[in-house]
């Protein structure tokens, strides 16, 4: 059977259609989600897109928090259910207490679009097995609230536990904690980061290369594997 993984639209969404394409061309099956819906489809996985979910008011992420469907994702990704949220949706699981810290304006305050190198932290997650640890890749950024920020005691777990997921080189674009750009839950099945690999999947757009394209792979063999 194909693997089904679903992306949430919510109202100020940008980049879920990217996010099919990727998963497409991955070798999976999209899934549209709703975000007014309750029922997740009986999908495998789950990508929070980027974008402005309801405008941004309030928090970044923080009316999306309350969506219907976040109901079902929470429990479901507690229990196991992989989640991968990219600029909008990782401060949507931040907002939600599924990935520890909150983001902040950037600290420069302006929005920033560029191409982003990145080391990979954690190769272990349901998203990043098809990269090595260490690997330094290329992935577009785009962001108004991108500055990661933790207390000294969370920063210390997250490094302890190896659950930097990602981790910006050359340049911190937005003042982010230890230069922070992706972190993961305890059980790794839940990852965030504020780079948009959907838009790093083939070689005629974004950044001119395939970077991003290792997380839907690395997603697909952990299901079919399963």
């Not at 008011?57 to 994702?73: D, H, K, Q, T």
């Not at 932290?121 to 990661?148: C, F, M, R, V």
């Not at 933790?150 to 990602?166: P, S, W």
Request: a negative charge; charged letters at 20%; one cysteine or more.
């Amino acid at each position: 059977m194909t693997a089904r993984i679903g992306v949430v639209t919510f109202p100020g969404s940008l980049d879920d259609r990217d996010t099919q394409r990727a998963i497409r061309l991955a070798g999976a099956e999209p899934v549209a989600l709703w975000h007014k819906d309750k029922d997740l489809k009986q999908v495998d996985a789950v990508v929070l897109c980027g974008g402005f979910s309801y405008g941004d008011y309030l928090r970044a992420g923080a009316i999306a928090r309350f969506s219907p469907v976040m109901e079902p994702l929470l429990e479901q990704a507690k229990a196991g259910l992989p989640v991968l949220g990219i600029c909008n949706g990782f401060q949507i699981l931040t907002e939600a207490h599924l990935l520890p810290g909150t983001m902040l304006r950037n600290n420069h305050l302006h929005f920033i679009c560029r191409d982003q190198k990145l080391r990979v932290e954690n190769a272990s997650t349901a998203w990043t097995t098809d990269y090595s640890a260490g690997q330094e890749i290329h992935i577009p950024l785009k962001n108004n609230d991108g500055q990661y920020v933790a207390d000294a005691y969370t920063l210390g777990k997250l490094e302890a536990e190896g659950r930097v997921a990602f981790r910006y080189l050359d340049f911190n674009p937005n003042g982010s904690q230890r230069d922070i750009a992706g972190v993961s839950n305890e059980a790794g099945n839940v990852v965030g980061l504020m780079p948009h690999p959907e838009h790093a999947v083939e070689p005629l757009i974004g950044t001119g290369r395939t970077d991003g394209l290792p997380f839907f792979t690395s997603i697909l063999k952990k299901l079919v594997n399963a």
